[in-house]
């Protein structure tokens, strides 16, 4: 590798050709950066004083071999972003020099001399004679931006934007066009070479991105993949894959969601979830354990990444599957797409039928969607979907998916009706999140012909006034004010209308019977075409009765629209986990430090204290201690004579202990699992001792939470 300092316009002016490889993006700076080389560009041409500005540099290597006769193209490993930003000013000034006809300034800078050592090679033809060379949509518009001549039908959007901005800002400066001149060639870069035969592209490439600041994860997997394979294989690979695949996402689309489809890809590959900031650094392990070709792994990537425009960007051409996709991202399930991204799979490779797949779709949404109206935690969804698939009999494909979720433990549990039709009655459902989503799949649950709900607005039946009307207040009753802060926003209360003005704060019968259009027509509840105001016609009087008997009727009709699954039980004791049998089982008894006091009461302090963290701690009774478990032991007790002795699984530098009671024991045998120990041995210590477990026990279920 040679690395000197160089004017950059003479640079350019040397230089052969440079092409950027067809597994670079982001050809040009973003506007912010463009303004910013213009400031400090004008700065260095105003201000005599400053004699250079330095912008960066420049890595390349030889495409191929030269000779003396022809000079062949250099290929660029790294700056193609400065190098493709320098080209646009340039051929911004330059049309500016054309176009308003200056012959000449400083005696190097002209409409001639600026394309023809900058932006052309004259003596060279076809495409040869063009600097710089992108590669797909962005080389023709690049280069019909240089000619003059109509851009492509899908042209780079930041490529002609940033040439439109120079051509702005030289306008807006053409009074100080030699302070651009000076700015202009006061620019420096470190041109930096490297020898084919002795360097490495791809670390150099990784060494000089190691902050991440200028290219995504995606970028850095994509040359990854590419960067290392020989010119042609690198583009047939991004010609028949890649490329599709970016056109598949489209242009604005692939920035804001490539990352997360391949830390996505990766979950469903690996069955672990890539923390969002080492996605590269996962891909790189996961991609080096394989048997496979980089053919292989490239086109494995391009039909994940089909489903995946399935699933996030509407794609999906099954109208009913299409329907089930968009009310997922409607209730923002992304956490699904693993296990989701291998069921599209299996769709794909004729495991599944499309009834199957809409079904699993449907029971993914009326999972997460239960547990949000039954407030419980979200941190374990992820960890939920990305094993999910591994857990499946897929000979039995649907019914073992519905296993699956029937059988999560109690923090991961499916909702029953019972639970689900309780809280949903209860909820303040109007400023649920997901409000417009909820109203719109309850309303068009059954119908072929679907209501537009986004045409209606929400309706409290009983009004929000706090100030209710003499007429409401005797409707409710003395208890009005109670009435009305317990159920305003709830199932019973709410309904949809394409009326709100109308019905205002008016009372139940006024907007039941009398309500009319600017035509007269009645248009009150007893006349609504929704299905969410049926009944509401024969309703006599609304108060508390009436909302609650309401919410009871919706809550059922809530039950079949978010459906639980229903296995018949010796069907689904057939994917209960087969547990190894000890030849003994332990209790209390087996404990003989717990058969009488004082240990015995410490003892049940603490298991009750222990036991109400959470409902999904559950206890179990071994030969030596007793476990404390939520996704596994979180801390296990074992009695002696004179006190409890703790176990915490959590590591020493994570556990905050200010009076410094804890011992570390990774490096000694104890019973129990963990790597932290505490003894107990009286009442008063166990509110500090119980801070301690809380710690293990939140890191534990916080360990599920998304990276």
């Known amino acids: 590798m040679k690395a000197t300092e160089a004017n950059l316009l003479n640079?350019?002016?040397?230089?052969?050709?440079?092409?950027i490889p067809i597994y670079q993006r982001n050809y040009s700076w973003?506007?912010?950066?463009?303004?910013?080389l213009w400031a400090d560009l004008m700065r260095a041409g105003r201000d005599e004083t400053v004699k250079a500005h330095f912008i960066g540099s420049i890595v390349y290597v030889e495409r191929g071999l030269s000779s003396v006769?022809?000079?062949?193209?250099?290929?660029?490993?790294?700056?193609?972003?400065?190098l493709t930003?320098?080209?646009?000013?340039?051929?911004?000034?330059?049309?500016?020099?054309?176009?308003?006809?200056?012959?000449?300034?400083?005696?190097?800078?002209?409409?001639?001399?600026?394309?023809?050592?900058y932006l052309f090679d004259p003596n060279e033809d076809d495409d040869r004679r063009f600097k710089l060379i992108l590669s797909e949509t962005d080389k023709d518009t690049l280069l019909s931006l240089l000619q003059s001549t109509p851009l492509p039908a899908e042209a780079s959007s930041r490529i002609t934007e940033n040439y439109a901005l120079f051509q702005e800002l030289i306008a807006a400066n053409q009074s100080e066009l030699e302070a651009i001149c000076q700015g202009l060639a006061k620019l420096v870069i470190v041109d930096v070479s490297l020898d084919r035969a002795q360097d490495n592209p791809q670390l150099i490439f990784e060494s000089m991105n190691s902050t991440g600041l200028e290219l995504s994860q995606a970028d850095l997997i994509r040359n990854y993949i590419l960067m290392g394979l020989e010119p042609k294989l690198q583009t047939e690979l991004y010609k028949t894959y890649w490329r599709p695949m970016e056109r598949a996402f489209g242009q604005a689309a692939y920035v804001v969601h490539f990352d997360a489809f391949m830390r996505h890809y990766l979950?469903?590959?690996?069955?672990?979830?890539?923390?969002?900031r080492d996605v590269y650094v996962a891909f790189k392990v996961?991609?080096?354990?394989?048997?496979?070709?980089?053919?292989?792994?490239?086109?494995?990537?391009?039909?994940?990444?089909?489903?995946?425009?399935?699933m996030a960007l509407g794609t999906e051409v099954d109208a009913g599957i299409k329907q089930a996709f968009h009310d997922l991202r409607e209730l923002k399930v992304d956490v699904a797409y693993p296990f989701l991204l291998d069921v599209y799979h299996d769709y794909k490779q004729g495991r599944l039928t499309s009834d199957e797949?809409?079904?699993?779709?449907?029971?993914?949404?009326?999972?997460?969607?239960r547990r949000a109206i039954c407030a419980i935690p979200t941190n374990s969804l992820n960890k939920t979907f990305a094993g999910m698939s591994r857990m499946l009999k897929k000979d039995f494909y649907y019914e073992s998916v519905q296993a699956a979720f029937l059988l999560l433990p109690s923090y991961r549990r499916f909702p029953s009706d019972e639970e689900f039709q309780r809280d949903v009655k209860l909820r303040d459902l109007y400023n649920f999140r997901s409000r417009s989503y909820w109203l719109r799949r309850l309303e068009n649950h059954g119908r072929k012909e679907r209501v537009v709900v986004e045409d209606y607005t929400i309706e409290h039946i009983l009004p929000q006034n706090q100030a209710l009307s003499e007429e409401w207040q005797a409707e409710l009753g003395t208890d009005w004010q109670r009435i009305q802060q317990d159920w305003l926003h709830t199932l019973g209360n709410l309904t949809l209308t394409g009326y709100n003005g109308e019905y205002s704060d008016h009372s139940f019968a006024y907007k039941r019977d009398q309500v009319t259009d600017k035509d007269g027509n009645p248009v009150g509840f007893a006349h609504s075409p929704l299905k969410l105001n049926l009944g509401l016609g024969k309703v006599k009087t609304w108060n508390e009765a009436s909302i609650k008997a309401r919410a009871d009727r919706l809550a059922q009709d809530a039950a079949k629209v978010w459906a639980a699954p229903q296995l018949a039980d010796d069907v689904l004791d057939a994917y209960r986990p087969v547990t190894a049998k000890s030849g003994q089982q332990y209790s209390l008894a087996d404990h003989p430090y717990l058969a009488t006091s004082p240990m015995r009461e410490l003892f049940d302090a603490l298991r009750k204290s222990l036991l109400a963290l959470n409902p999904c701690v559950s206890e179990e009774f071994l030969k030596l201690y007793v476990a404390y478990k939520a996704e596994t032991n979180f801390v296990d007790v074992v009695p002696q004579a004179k006190r409890l002795l703790l176990v915490l699984n959590v590591g020493i530098a994570d556990i905050e202990d200010p009076k410094g009671l804890v011992r570390d024991i990774s490096n000694i045998g104890s019973w129990g699992n963990g790597d932290v120990e505490i003894g107990l041995s009286s009442f008063q210590e166990l509110p500090y001792v119980m801070g301690l477990i809380r710690q293990s026990f939140d890191r534990q279920m916080g360990g599920l939470q998304d990276a």
């Open 286 to 310: 996961f991609a080096r354990s394989l048997k496979g070709n980089t053919r292989d792994l490239v086109a494995d990537i391009h039909a994940y990444a089909s489903y995946y425009c399935a």
């Open 30 to 36: 973003t506007a912010t950066q463009c303004r910013q």
């Open 357 to 369: 797949v809409l079904h699993i779709v449907r029971l993914i949404e009326s999972y997460v969607f």
């Open 11 to 19: 640079f350019l002016r040397k230089s052969p050709q440079f092409v």
């Open 69 to 82: 006769t022809s000079q062949e193209a250099l290929l660029v490993i790294d700056g193609q972003q400065r």
């Open 85 to 117: 930003t320098s080209t646009l000013l340039i051929a911004a000034l330059a049309k500016y020099f054309e176009v308003y006809n200056i012959s000449e300034l400083l005696g190097a800078f002209s409409k001639e001399k600026l394309r023809d050592r």
């Open 267 to 276: 979950t469903a590959k690996t069955g672990e979830i890539p923390n969002v």
